[in-house]
């Protein structure tokens, strides 16, 4: 006798999806996914000096504004996951809200993003590990991550890092699920007692975040100086992401979304301003140069500012490892519609893991090869970090897009009663709220989107002045963009050959008439 499906398993097949991922994760796990993606403690380190070199200590209120504006998009995420419990958020939500066609193009741009991020995420470890012990520093001597020795250090420590993540991808999810979670309770003490640490030898006022400090336009520094904040509030979907693996997905997806962005934001910010107090100087250039670890290491002495480093370096290994999940999650769902190349083998999930391990080693391949572009320049530092994160963005905008002209058009419900989620309870709704917010969402997101991807020289090629890094966004999306024309032109073509009669070939229809 065949089981009955379980109440997930049973929302999963109104999809028309059977389940294959191992359903095993409860609501702290997912929390741990969308909040390793984020991972602060990873992201404000490796950006911190870039925010502070261009803003100045007021980049500190880009961290607020940066954080409403994500929540925006958080309220319409959480909305969809309530409503739409399925690996590959993005694409699915952007293929229900919009089409097969435009929703494909959502998932390949975030696809080919999450694999940037990944490759951006294993390049931190250069920013903690030389702080620690300088013996960590394999080539050369200077340690800076946009420096040719730094840059090489880190591509190399990134090789070594995607090599192991991509090994615990091809295990069980609950190891994986299990190490999020150590990593992100880690992760949380670590940042709160930054935080209580710095305050206790805080010598400057508040009032120090009203200062650029810099000479010239201090709105063009500060939307240089959002990127920090822009790339370190990013990925809170990722909860959404492993919805097929999470028990009760309806009912806690939504709320971990908005809990993971929430703390996480809410915890960089408190980490900036309690660093901006507490640096031993704001003016001898260091703190642009070697960012948060020079302040902890400077005020906190080596023995106590090491080890916080230490919780650092663990949280980097714990958010590379969530996004690279996060990562094979999209690549299997769009596997799975078998609207990829190889989406037989991408689609493939192991009986006896639950894990999809064709798209695991896809994931840490392309993103060992993006690394290696350190080798060759400190400029892909900055080019690699800003290009994912614009790619995201764009990604989000076409998930907020549809759904706002769906709002408008009437054909949205999300303020109805549309029945309720695994645990009884209505699902999650933004009422009335609804559309003001994704109206703020679609407006921030597009606007950000267009900041972040702005040609600046000065921000993507500092060091080497060369154009094709200027342009490594735009250039990188082009070229996205245009392979998934090409590629989704190629299997349009194929699939009308596949369907007509061949040379010599007499159908049914033909020998009837005859």
């Not at 030898?201 to 400090?213: L, N, Q, S």
Request: charged share 10%; aromatic share 10%.
């Amino acid at each position: 006798m065949t089981p009955s499906p379980s109440a997930d398993e049973s929302v999963l097949e109104r999809f028309g999806y059977r389940q294959e991922l191992h359903r095993s994760m409860g609501r702290y796990a997912s929390f741990a996914a969308g909040f390793s993606f984020i991972s602060v403690l990873t992201t404000v380190f490796q950006f911190f000096g870039l925010g502070f070199s261009f803003g100045g200590p007021a980049f500190f209120w880009t961290w607020p504004l940066v954080l409403a504006g994500q929540l925006m998009v958080a309220l319409c995420f959480a909305e969809l996951a309530a409503r739409y419990p399925i690996s590959g958020a993005i694409y699915q939500w952007s293929s229900r809200m919009g089409n097969a066609t435009f929703g494909w193009f959502a998932g390949w741009i975030m696809v080919l993003g999450q694999v940037v991020v990944i490759a951006a995420a294993a390049l931190a470890l250069q920013v903690v590990l030389p702080a620690i012990w300088p013996g960590f520093q394999l080539i050369g001597t200077d340690p800076s991550p946009v420096s040719a020795d730094g840059a090489a250090n880190a591509a190399l420590f990134g090789v070594i890092l995607l090599a192991a993540t991509t090994t615990v991808n091809l295990l069980d999810n609950k190891i994986m699920a299990r190490i999020n979670v150590i990593g992100v309770t880690a992760e949380i003490i670590g940042a709160v007692l930054i935080v209580v640490l710095l305050l206790t030898h805080a010598d400057r006022e508040p009032t120090i975040t009203f200062e650029t400090g810099l000479p010239g336009s201090a709105f063009a520094a500060l939307l240089v100086a959002a990127f920090a904040a822009s790339y370190v509030l990013i990925g809170f979907d990722s909860a959404g992401e492993l919805s097929e693996e999470t028990r009760k997905a309806s009912a806690v997806a939504p709320r971990t979304i908005i809990s993971a962005l929430g703390v996480a934001g809410l915890l960089a910010c408190l980490i900036v301003f309690a660093a901006l107090l507490a640096a031993p100087s704001l003016t001898d250039g260091r703190l642009a140069a070697e960012g948060l670890s020079y302040v902890l290491t400077s005020t906190l002495g080596d023995g106590v500012g090491k080890l916080l480093l230490a919780d650092v370096v663990v949280a980097i290994c714990v958010a590379t490892l969530a996004i690279q999940t996060s990562a094979t999650r999209m690549l299997f769902s769009m596997a799975r519609d078998g609207v990829l190349p190889f989406a037989s083998r991408l689609a493939r999930v192991s009986p006896r893991t639950g894990m999809p391990t064709g798209p695991a080693l896809v994931t840490g391949v392309l993103a060992a090869l993006i690394v290696a572009i350190n080798f060759v320049s400190p400029d892909a530092f900055l080019a690699i970090g800003t290009t994912c994160i614009v790619a995201l963005y764009l990604a989000y905008a076409m998930v907020t897009g549809p759904l706002l002209w769906q709002r408008l058009r009437g054909s949205w419900q999300g303020g109805a009663p549309e029945g309720t989620d695994e645990s009884g309870r209505p699902l999650f709704s933004l009422g009335r709220w609804g559309l003001p917010v994704n109206v703020l969402a679609v407006v921030y997101g597009v606007g950000m989107a267009v900041n972040l991807a702005w040609p600046r020289a000065e921000v993507y090629a500092p060091a080497s002045g060369e154009w094709y890094f200027q342009w490594f966004t735009v250039l990188f999306l082009a070229a996205a963009v245009g392979a998934g024309v090409l590629y989704r032109w190629s299997a349009a073509r194929k699939q009308r050959a596949a369907q007509l009669p061949q040379v010599g070939e007499v159908t049914l229809t033909d020998a009837a008439n005859a």
